[in-house]
């Protein structure tokens, strides 16, 4: 019997986190972090391949910043995106997205500022680029110190800003291993723009701020095109550099944990070998014990030259096209903008060149495989 739960997307678990691990070395340029989710006494159930959503907090050093260029006390009654009636202060941390702003806000700046008069053309549907580009690396709170003369009322603001939304986490662990955990691998998201220190809102959520006193709210994401094959005698070619590796960790727990006869094969990669290979013990101990069968790592800072993963994908080419023609799956998890990309391309050489098709019975080829259901998704 499938057990009832209360919780969902629209009504989150206040889950406790009780694990927060650096994956990275303390010298990496990346901050990487393995999380563990308590879902005791939840009745939530997942499977492996599903994501988990996270409400964040917003950053309360940003929100009492926001409230003082604003003029607001922070106690005045303002609507939530639901209409309910709530302090601003705890809107903001809340309710509210508080870094992007939107393009209302944008426009309400500018006629509030003559200053900002530019700012006027950027919402316009032919202006996308000019406002993509002004977009990248400003918050709301950049406008807002660039035009001062732009007043508004606590109510008048919080209705030119969006809701904030959840953000989806690929889960690191299997049902079978932790039925009551949920793993986590996430990169902590920090850069410099404007001469400002910019956080993710999530990210650095989870890293800073969330203790076992401090509930997360969570629920599951089914990911029902990201399941492993259901017959375990299949082999999986896993392609997770980054972040993406974090379903992975969970397949090969949980094929690890179901017996299954199939081969596994995993690609991952990041900057440095000596500071990002994440779970580098594990995997290890899983390639000792037998369970991974193939390892290939591409670390691109590690050599002069840039190594990423299609690059170990076309040196492995003949034995990877003997594992597609086998009937193995193909799964490729994490950057969408340009490692799935660069990915599937590499797929495409790989097919045309071991199997002698030309490009268009290659693209026949990959296609095939997404139709049989064998190349598998989840990029972001
Ligand atoms: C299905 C799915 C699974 C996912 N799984 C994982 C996972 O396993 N691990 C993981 O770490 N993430 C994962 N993500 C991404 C995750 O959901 C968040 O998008 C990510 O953590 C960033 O959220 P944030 O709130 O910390 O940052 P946000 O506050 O959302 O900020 C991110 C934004 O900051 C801006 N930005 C970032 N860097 C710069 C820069 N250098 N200069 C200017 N602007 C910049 C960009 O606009 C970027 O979109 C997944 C996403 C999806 C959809």
């Known amino acids: 019997m499938i057990p009832v739960t209360p919780y969902s997307r629209k009504n989150p678990f206040p889950a406790t986190l009780r694990t927060n691990q650096k994956l990275t070395h303390p010298t990496s340029a990346k901050d990487t972090r393995h999380y563990e989710v308590s879902l005791a006494d939840s009745g939530l159930i997942y499977e492996v391949g599903d994501s988990l959503g996270v409400f964040p907090v917003n950053d309360p050093t940003l929100v009492e910043e926001l409230l003082e260029v604003l003029g607001f006390q922070g106690s005045e009654l303002v609507p939530d995106p639901n209409g309910e009636q709530r302090p601003i202060r705890e809107a903001l941390l809340r309710h509210y997205a508080i870094t992007e702003p939107s393009k209302q806000l944008l426009a309400a700046i500018a006629e509030r500022d003559l200053s900002a008069a530019h700012l006027a053309m950027l919402p316009a549907p032919e202006s996308k680029e000019h406002l993509e580009k002004y977009l990248w690396g400003r918050e709301v709170i950049d406008p807002l110190l660039d035009h001062p003369a ?6 008048e603001f919080v209705k030119l800003l969006r809701k904030l939304q959840p953000r989806l986490y690929s889960i690191a662990s299997s049902p079978k291993v932790h039925p009551q955990e949920i793993h986590l691998t996430v990169a902590t998201v920090q850069y410099e723009s404007l001469g400002r220190q ?19 709210s969570v629920f599951i994401h089914s990911a ?3 399941r492993l094959p259901e017959d375990h005698s299949r082999d999986i070619i896993m392609v997770g550099p980054g972040t993406g590796i974090a379903p992975f960790r969970a397949f090969l727990h949980d094929r690890r ?3 299954a006869s199939g081969k596994h094969w995993l690609f991952f990669g990041d900057q440095r070998s000596e500071t990002d290979f994440l779970y580098r013990e594990e995997l290890k101990a899983f390639q000792k014990e037998g369970t991974l069968h193939r390892l290939d790592t591409a670390f691109s800072r590690d050599q002069t030259e840039k190594i990423y993963v299609q690059h170990r994908m076309r040196e492995n080419a003949k034995e990877l096209y003997t594992w597609l023609e086998e009937g193995a799956y193909f799964y490729v998890c994490g950057d969408a903008s340009r490692m799935a990309k660069d990915v599937e391309q590499m ?34």
């Open 224 to 226: 029902k095109h990201f």
């Open 150 to 155: 732009a007043r508004f009322t606590p109510e």
């Open 347 to 380: 797929l495409h050489e790989v097919v045309a060149k071991q199997g002698g098709h030309s490009a268009e019975a290659a693209a026949a080829y990959v296609e095939a495989l997404k139709k049989e259901k064998r190349y598998r998704k989840d990029v972001y």
């Open 257 to 259: 944990a179901s017996g």
């Open 198 to 216: 910019r956080k993710g809102v999530c990210s650095t959520f989870l890293a800073h701020r969330v203790t076992e006193e401090i509930p997360v």
